[in-house]
C-alpha cells in the first residue's frame, strides 16, 4: 500500500510536476496543456515541457516541430536545456516542444546507465534558474524509458483518469509504477500529488459511480475539480490554442480555470513554514 503524502507547501526552487498515465486517451495532454495555461493565466510563470515523441502538445498550443528544438540534445549530447525554452502566445507560459527524435531518446537511454536520473540531471540547470515557478512534464502514454524517466525527475505526479472502468484499471497501474521508482531508489520522494478526473458527463451513472469509486479509495488526493466532456475541449487543439484562449467563457475553460485555482490552494505556504 502505498503512503498517500499530502503536503503543499512549495519549495523554493520550481516545482517538476510529471503529467502521466499509461493508457492514452485519457486527457493527459488536454489536461498539460490547459491546467498550464489556467495557471499562466493567474500570474503563475509555468514551463511546460513535451516529452512525447507524438508532440501533440506542442501542436496544440500552435508550435510547430523543429528539428533539434527538443530536451533530445540535452538528453543525449548534454546540451543546455534552456537553450530549447520558447515563449507561447500566451503571457507566463514558455514551452519545450517535442520531436520525433524523442523516440529514439527512448533507445540511447535505456542503452545509458544512468537512465533513469539522467532527465533529473538535465532539468537542474531550469530548476535553478529562477525563472519559472513550476514544470509540467507532459509524458507519453506508455510505460517507456521517457515516462519512467520523468518519474524519477519529478517532485510530484499528476495524474488524469477518465471517468470510464478502464480508467480504474490504468490507475492501478500507474500506481504500481509510483511504488516501484520510490522502492528502487530512483525516486524515494516521488508524491502522488493528484487526481484529476476527466470527460466527466455528469448524466452518466457509470461516471458517477467512478468518480465514487476513486474518491472512496485515494480520498483528498482527489480533485474536486472534474473536467466535462466538451467538443470545444477537442477543438482548441486544432486552432492551435488553449481552451482558455479559444473559448475563456465556455465549460471547459472554467473547470480547468476551476483546477487551477485548487492547485495553486493545494501548493500555497502552510501558516507555518518557515519565509526563505
Not at 490547459?34 to 508550435?63: E, F, H, W
Not at 527512448?106 to 531550469?126: I, K, M, S
Amino acid at each position: 500500500m502505498i503512503a498517500f503524502v499530502v503536503k503543499y507547501a512549495p519549495a523554493f526552487l520550481m516545482r517538476i510536476i510529471a503529467i502521466a498515465n499509461q493508457k492514452g486517451g485519457v486527457g493527459k495532454t488536454t489536461t498539460a496543456m490547459n491546467l498550464s495555461a489556467g495557471l499562466a493565466s493567474k500570474g503563475v510563470r509555468v514551463l511546460l515541457i513535451d516529452l512525447d515523441p507524438q508532440a501533440n502538445a506542442t501542436s496544440g498550443l500552435g508550435m510547430t516541430e523543429q528539428e533539434g528544438v527538443s530536451l533530445y540534445p540535452a538528453l543525449v549530447a548534454g546540451d543546455d536545456p534552456r537553450n530549447a525554452i520558447i515563449p507561447t502566445q500566451l503571457p507566463g507560459l514558455s514551452m519545450i516542444r517535442s520531436t520525433q527524435d524523442l523516440a529514439g531518446c527512448e533507445v540511447e537511454l535505456a542503452q545509458a546507465g544512468n537512465h533513469l536520473v539522467r532527465l533529473r540531471q538535465v532539468l537542474q540547470p531550469l530548476r535553478e534558474s529562477g525563472n519559472f515557478d513550476y514544470a509540467f512534464l507532459d509524458c507519453p502514454p506508455s510505460l517507456g524509458v521517457l515516462m519512467t524517466s520523468a518519474l524519477a525527475a519529478a517532485d510530484e505526479l499528476l495524474v488524469p483518469i477518465q471517468c470510464e472502468y478502464f480508467g480504474l484499471e490504468g490507475l492501478s497501474k500507474i500506481v504500481q509504477v509510483v511504488q516501484h521508482i520510490r522502492e528502487c531508489g530512483a525516486n524515494p520522494g516521488l508524491l502522488l500529488e493528484g487526481i484529476v478526473m476527466t470527460m466527466f458527463d455528469s448524466r452518466a451513472n457509470l461516471a458517477q459511480q467512478v468518480v465514487t469509486d476513486v474518491r472512496s479509495y485515494f480520498s483528498e488526493i482527489v480533485y474536486q475539480t472534474a473536467i466535462p466532456r466538451t467538443i470545444r475541449l477537442g477543438e482548441a487543439p486544432s486552432f492551435g490554442k488553449s481552451i482558455i484562449e479559444y473559448e475563456p467563457n465556455g465549460r471547459g475553460a472554467q473547470a480547468y480555470r476551476a483546477l487551477a485555482e485548487e492547485f495553486l490552494a493545494r501548493h500555497a505556504p502552510k501558516a507555518d513554514t518557515p519565509a526563505p
